[in-house]
């Protein structure tokens, strides 16, 4: 995939989480879609981080930073789930 369509990938799902968010009547949708894509990345972040001392990891990669940045901390959650069933 090219960069063009990957920036285009992310930016049409970040709109569709604002959608999302004034759909819910959310006070600041943009606001809130950020702040749910930030703790989704930190929670991706910090499972790597931590993941000498729990063996739980995942590898960063175009979905799973979709998948967190999208989903948030409940995506990073389902990323962990599945890697320890497929595993």
Known sequence: ???????????????????????????????????????????????NITSSLTSASLPVSLLSVGVSAVMGIPGVTMLLILNMVLR
Do not use: E, H, Y
């Open 1 to 47: 995939m090219s960069n063009s369509a990957a920036c285009f990938v992310f930016f049409a799902i970040f709109m569709l989480l604002v959608f999302l968010q004034i759909a819910i009547r959310s006070k600041n949708p943009i606001k809130k879609a950020l702040t749910w894509s930030f703790w989704g990345i930190i929670a991706l972040t910090i499972v």
